[in-house]
């Protein structure tokens, strides 16, 4: 535990969020400072990637993985994937909606959500409306294989992003052992966020 000494008369009230201690000193607790965002940052590693690997499946300025961008309607996304997405026909309320929304999965690992419709076989079996843009961003994770054409990918060290996107605007970083682990990142100008659940990447495409 550290502590700072603050100077005071002995017979003078100690400052506020300091106490007198039995040699009748006053002391502040002092909090260690961890690093900050930009010194983490500077701290690592230079990145490596690999342009021969890259298959241009993911496109971030566009927002988009494999034909689908955010911001498309399903039956666009189904159109540029060249497949009809999974729905399990379920619905739920997506950042405080009070209308239903449809999850729909494409296989080669992203999924974003809908405006659903209820289903005329089953009264909650629901469907994405088709013609109705996503009201979520595009959601990928580590199993995703796409990459851009420089082949950064979902699981490339966050300075392969950095180099790619610039530092971000939000870094937030849980404490292991006394050291910062990459918890997200947020580019918010360029629609990108990164953030780790279990350790395991997942990436984030919002339209612009």
Do not use: K
């Amino acid at each position: 535990m550290l502590f700072l000494l603050v100077a005071c008369a002995p017979d003078a009230p100690c400052p506020d969020g300091a106490t007198r201690r039995d040699d009748g000193l006053c002391y502040v607790e002092a909090v260690a400072r961890g690093p900050t965002a930009d010194e983490v940052v500077a701290a690592l590693p230079a990145c490596t990637l690999d342009a021969a690997e890259g298959n241009g499946r993911l496109d971030l300025d566009g927002h988009c993985v494999d034909g689908a961008c955010a911001g498309d309607s399903y039956a666009d996304m189904n159109a540029g994937v060249g497949e009809e997405g999974y729905c399990d026909g379920g619905a739920l309320f997506v950042d405080g909606s009070t209308e239903p929304y449809a999850h729909a999965e494409w296989s080669p690992g992203f999924w974003t959500y809908f405006p659903a419709i209820e289903g005329t076989v089953e009264p909650y079996d629901y469907a994405p409306d088709p013609d109705v843009p996503t009201g979520s961003p595009i959601h990928t994770y580590d199993g995703y294989t796409g990459t851009t054409a420089e082949g950064l990918g979902v699981g490339s060290p966050l300075s392969c992003w950095v180099d790619t996107l610039g530092v971000p605007e939000i870094l937030e970083f849980q404490w292991e052992d006394g050291e910062p682990a990459l918890f997200g990142a947020w580019w918010q100008e360029r629609g990108v966020s990164l953030y780790y659940l279990d350790t395991e990447p997942v990436l984030e495409l919002e339209a612009r």
